[in-house]
């Protein structure tokens, strides 16, 4: 097909006008972590990286000390002491450090974590900053200062044995929410690179690919060129503008991808073995436990079983 004009960079500029750090990882959340998190970014220094959708955590995430810069779908923000952050489940994000320190917290908060609150989960749904045009708040001293109260709150609650922690963190969510929304100063994003559009778009059709839906349905896997053609790009460009920035070629991506949607299929649902290679899109089962053993050194079935009963310790 007839391939439209498009800009090109060379590697090493892409590199320095897009991104500080060039080496991004591409992540995604332990399939096994808890309904609610929460950290000390002293404690847990946040690492670049490139987070496709799938999530499935909302994130919310205070500096007090330190910088960076979030992208957020296809707007990017230059992040400062003060500012908080606001990620849904459904977007591709992507964070570089650029400096030294690093202060404040970030939590991570299940949908599953609401499930005795829809009340809350339905305040998350419709809080403004949870979307990319508004996702970071700039605030005040003193409002920095309150924001960062209720983390630490939340932080001694959720060490803490009481019965009714949980009550009291979805009360300082709230209060997050409230005097967050009441500052009301969102950052002005700043245009994303135009060759960093290729990468949030190769990633939001790779994630598109595993809409899995039921044992009934196939996912639909397509390979580095499909992509490339969908996106009216050169395979060889699209390709070595991925490995550039995230360390590995677009079809490590897609088995990557392919991979994870096999674990999550394996631990979150009852599916034998060979309904899960089908919705895959394996020719037979023996093809699915291939791929499995090679990437994980042990059978679907080992893994599930070892997976399980750890999860149930």
């Known amino acids: 097909m007839e391939k439209l004009t498009i800009p090109r960079l060379e590697l090493d500029t892409f590199a320095q006008v897009g991104f500080k750090v060039p080496?991004?990882?591409?992540?995604?959340?332990?399939?096994?972590?808890?309904?609610?998190?929460?950290?000390?970014?002293?404690?847990?220094?946040?690492?670049?990286?490139?987070s496709p959708?799938?999530?499935?955590?909302?994130?919310?995430?205070?500096?007090?000390?330190?910088?960076?810069?979030?992208?957020?779908?296809?707007?990017?923000?230059?992040?400062?002491?003060?500012?908080?952050?606001?990620?849904?489940?459904?977007?591709?994000?992507s964070w570089q450090t650029t400096s030294g320190n690093a202060?404040?917290?970030?939590?991570?908060?299940?949908?599953?974590?609401?499930?005795?609150?829809?009340?809350?989960?339905?305040?998350?749904?419709?809080f403004p900053y949870f979307k990319p045009s508004k996702?970071?708040?700039?605030?005040?001293?003193?409002?920095?200062?309150?924001?960062?109260q209720h983390f630490e709150t939340i932080t001694r609650e959720d060490e803490g044995n009481s019965e009714d922690k949980k009550q009291a963190i979805l009360l300082h969510l709230q209060m997050i929410l409230l005097d967050a929304?009441?500052?009301?100063?969102s950052l002005a994003d700043v245009p994303v690179p135009e060759s960093y559009r290729y990468i949030h778009s190769f990633l939001t059709l790779l994630e598109s690919s595993f809409?899995?839906?039921g044992p009934d349905t196939v996912v639909s896997i397509k390979n580095a060129s499909e992509f490339a053609d969908q996106l009216n790009v050169h395979p060889n460009y699209l390709n070595s503008l991925v490995k550039?920035?995230?360390?590995?070629?677009?079809?490590?991506?897609?088995?990557?991808?392919?991979?994870?949607?096999?674990?999550?299929?394996?631990?979150?649902?009852?599916?034998?073995i060979k309904t899960i290679s089908y919705v895959l899109g394996f020719s037979?089962?023996?093809?699915?436990?291939?791929?499995?053993?090679?990437?994980?050194?042990?059978?679907?079935?080992?893994?599930?079983?070892s997976a399980t009963a750890a999860l149930n310790i």
């Open 23 to 50: 080496l991004l990882n591409v992540e995604h959340y332990p399939l096994d972590a808890n309904y609610f998190i929460i950290k000390n970014r002293n404690n847990y220094p946040v690492k670049d990286y490139i």
């Open 53 to 93: 959708n799938r999530r499935q955590f909302f994130k919310i995430f205070h500096i007090t000390s330190g910088t960076g810069i979030l992208t957020v779908g296809l707007h990017r923000y230059l992040m400062n002491p003060g500012d908080i952050g606001f990620l849904n489940p459904d977007e591709i994000m």
């Open 103 to 126: 202060g404040g917290h970030f939590c991570l908060i299940h949908p599953h974590y609401f499930e005795h609150a829809p009340h809350v989960l339905q305040l998350f749904k419709q």
């Open 135 to 148: 996702a970071v708040v700039q605030l005040g001293e003193e409002q920095s200062a309150k924001i960062n």
């Open 181 to 185: 929304q009441r500052a009301g100063k």
């Open 211 to 213: 809409q899995t839906k």
């Open 244 to 272: 550039n920035q995230t360390g590995k070629t677009l079809r490590e991506h897609i088995q990557e991808r392919l991979l994870y949607e096999a674990k999550t299929l394996l631990l979150q649902t009852d599916w034998d």
């Open 284 to 305: 037979e089962q023996a093809a699915f436990t291939s791929f499995f053993h090679k990437k994980e050194k042990q059978s679907p079935s080992l893994f599930r079983e």
